[in-house]
């Protein structure tokens, strides 16, 4: 397997906050890659200095797609490379029909055949979505909204596909479903990198996991490893040893940790 | 009785070059949320272009107007990139600030290089002709107006429902972030627009001109559109042309029955009215925002 993208110790800034402090990753070809860790640890920054969307940044550090270097590129010529990227909260366009949606998907494509063929994949995955072909996508429900927004990001044909919290306001069933897609998605040859807040459910489709923590990954590894680590298993899927009369050892042990 | 329905076709009439420069107004309005105080000065120079092609070149009339409104696409899309663009970090006021000073400029240019004096526009219809339907006058300029802002809507309709331009730019306008991760380069459609924009105006422009020509012939159309917009909701093209129609009508019958003098403020205080009551405008369609 070869490297897809590989992030090379970026470190980005809002302004002055100081949010990527020098990460690295590297995605393989076919896999699908996790980042998982807590609010504000900027997991989503990583993502969007990925696709260019944060001005000027990311500041240090180079960020490699197929070999090429991408950072500080446009977004839309991010995207034409085979980059897709579902952003938090699913940002459909409101006011455009379902259809239009997966059209504008399309935007970057010319072949109406093959534009055609994803239609009906899309639609083979989210059969509700072939429902509400010419419904305004405002009027969808979250879970429709964030198929939508997946869709759309398919529609693109991408080789990497960049989730960013697919889970997030969904009931646990409809998140089940997600994630089955998700794999789906992946077992036809699109790589994924998810950002993910449930861990369980990200670990449990991921090869790979990493944990980012205040702007800097603190650990890497196989799925499989990461759900045995008794610290991740504290600290992110919610299981303890001892009771929590310990919370303040517990707090401690985490700032060592870091 | 037959009073009335004259002045219903008059304001009718006059309704046309209205909805033309409202719809001008809210494309721009759409994408960028920038009330553009230049349209009407950006038609003004296509409209002086157009003169200068026929009366200084000696253009026939089929090359001279086609030719300058091409100019008018061009000038939406030079403006757009070379004075909106370099605005650093806009917030909306000063990029309305940026149009009002445009208009300035652009105004001063025409009276500079053609002189202030009212121009007759070698058109190749006379605004004196007209046709007599039963009782009712109306001249073939009107008709012609009216006939180019129904073309204009039925194109810029079909435009935006099915072309994948027009829908870009609605994507654009609707959510910009998302429009580039869709790969759009949301730069160039605002471009687009502000080009689509200009050559609505000038056509409006064109169609003014042969009853009045002088650097000062767009404030009172422009205005109007404006206000036809802003009844409309400003985002609305139907409603701009709604509002456009209805402000016409309502001058002239104003002004046939109630007084001639206050005519052209009349479209001011229908505004006032309609921003009291609703102040989201007649066809603004309110989408909530889920959290």
């Known amino acids: ?258 | 009785m037959i009073d009335f329905i004259q002045m219903l076709i008059n304001g009718v009439a006059v309704g046309s070059s209205y909805a033309l420069l409202g719809i001008a107004m809210v494309i721009i309005y759409k994408t960028s949320e920038v009330p553009n105080f230049a349209q009407g000065e950006m038609a003004l120079i296509s409209t002086y272009v157009a003169y200068m092609l026929l009366e200084q070149y000696q253009f026939p009339s089929y090359m001279a107007f086609p030719l300058s409104l091409v100019f008018a696409v061009v000038l939406g899309c030079v403006l757009e990139f070379t004075v909106l663009r370099r605005a650093k970090a806009p917030s909306v006021l000063g990029m309305i600030i940026i149009t009002i000073g445009l208009e300035m400029i652009l105004m001063g240019l025409v009276s500079w290089k053609f002189g202030a004096e009212q121009k007759s526009m070698p058109f190749p219809i006379s605004p004196y002709d007209s046709v007599m339907f039963g009782d009712f006058f109306v001249s073939t300029l009107e008709i012609l107006t009216l006939v180019v802002a129904l073309c204009a809507m039925i194109v810029l309709f079909l435009f935006f429902r099915y072309s994948r331009l027009g829908m870009a730019m609605k994507a654009t306008q609707q959510n910009p972030v998302a429009a580039r991760i869709m790969g759009i380069r949301t730069r160039r459609i605002l471009m687009a627009t502000w080009g689509i924009s200009s050559l609505v105006g000038a056509s409006a422009g064109l169609l003014i001109s042969p009853v009045i020509m002088q650097p000062y012939m767009m404030w009172d159309p422009m205005l109007k559109g404006f206000a036809a917009a802003v009844m409309g909701g400003m985002t609305s093209l139907p409603g701009a042309v709604f509002g456009a129609y209805l402000l016409g009508i309502i001058e002239n019958l104003f002004g046939g029955y109630i007084s001639i003098e206050f005519k052209s403020v009349v479209a001011f205080v229908v505004i006032v009215l309609m921003l009291c009551i609703r102040p989201s405008g007649l066809f603004a369609r309110h989408y909530v925002k889920k959290v």
């Open chain 1, 1 to 258: 397997m070869n490297p897809l993208l590989e992030i090379r110790n970026i470190e980005t800034y809002y302004d002055l906050i100081y949010a990527i402090r020098g990460a690295s990753l590297t995605v393989m070809e076919g896999s699908v890659t996790a980042i998982l860790g807590n609010n504000g640890a900027g997991k989503s920054t990583i993502l969007k200095t990925l696709m260019g969307l944060i001005e000027d940044q990311p500041d240090k550090g180079s960020i490699l797609f197929e070999g090429q270097s991408i950072d500080g590129r446009d977004t839309e010529d991010i995207v034409r490379r085979g980059i897709s990227y579902v952003p938090e909260g699913r940002e459909v366009f409101e006011e455009l029909s379902v259809r239009e949606n997966l059209l504008m998907g399309a935007y970057v494509r010319r072949d109406r055949d093959g534009i055609r063929q994803d239609f009906e994949r899309v639609y083979d995955y989210f059969p509700i979505l072939a429902n509400r072909t010419h419904q305004w996508a405002g009027t969808l429900s979250g879970g429709e909204q964030q198929m939508l927004a997946i869709g759309r990001a398919l529609m693109s044909r991408p080789k990497l596909l960049c989730l960013d919290e697919p889970s997030l306001g969904l009931s646990p069933l409809l998140v089940k479903e997600i994630f089955r897609i998700i794999t789906q998605i992946n077992t036809e040859g699109v790589t994924i990198l998810l950002v993910e807040q449930n861990a369980r459910m990200a670990l449990n489709i991921a090869d790979m996991g990493l944990i980012l923590e205040n702007g800097r990954f603190v650990m890497k590894g196989s799925s499989q490893e990461l759900l045995n680590d008794p610290n991740v298993k504290e600290f992110y899927l919610g299981m303890q040893d001892e009771s929590s009369a310990k919370g303040y050892q517990r707090w401690k042990r985490k700032r060592r940790w870091r």
